[in-house]
């Protein structure tokens, strides 16, 4: 029996997602940006197998202040808005991605993350489980870390 928990940790590793008792998070990155930068953008991916919808409340870190928001467009502007929460239906996936929902960090603690380091972030759910993830801070466009985060 221990030798096949060590087998599951192992291959849950090797595909790259963190999970709560449910929830599971693929591909966290933060865009890299430069030293001055006021904030700079999360994203990730949740992926709900369950049979009942959650709810992401919020994400934290120590390195900063991380808001939920949502781009949207308005009259063909493109703008931020500030979320509450992110709904993850039954079985269902919601990327945080660049033109949709994302985090924002700002309020550096120890400066703007730069590219290559890794950035831990706890994401809480509606009912107060909490998960821990980490960010790898990467380029535009470039492809991020698929290694296990917790």
């Known amino acids: 029996m221990k030798g096949r ?25 933060i865009r890299g940006m430069p030293p001055t930068s006021r904030v700079v953008p999360v994203y990730l991916s949740l992926h709900n197998p369950s049979d009942k919808p959650l709810v ?5 870190s120590p390195r900063g202040v991380v ?8 009259n063909e502007v493109m703008r931020m808005q500030g979320v509450e929460a992110i709904q993850i239906p039954p079985h269902g996936m919601v990327k945080l991605a660049p033109g949709g929902y994302h985090g924002m960090m ?16 706890t994401l809480t759910l509606a009912d ?3 998960l821990s993830v980490m960010a790898k801070v990467t380029a ?7 290694s296990m985060h917790h």
């Open 5 to 29: 928990f060590c087998l599951f940790v192992l291959l849950c590793s090797c595909f790259g997602a963190a999970q709560a008792s449910e929830l599971m998070v693929h591909d966290a990155w």
């Open 56 to 60: 992401l409340k919020g994400i934290t």
């Open 67 to 74: 808001e939920l928001h949502q781009t949207l467009m308005e």
């Open 106 to 121: 700002s309020d550096f603690k120890t400066g703007v993350p730069a590219l290559g380091e890794e950035v831990a972030l």
């Open 128 to 130: 107060g489980e909490t």
């Open 140 to 146: 535009q466009g470039e492809a991020h870390d698929h």
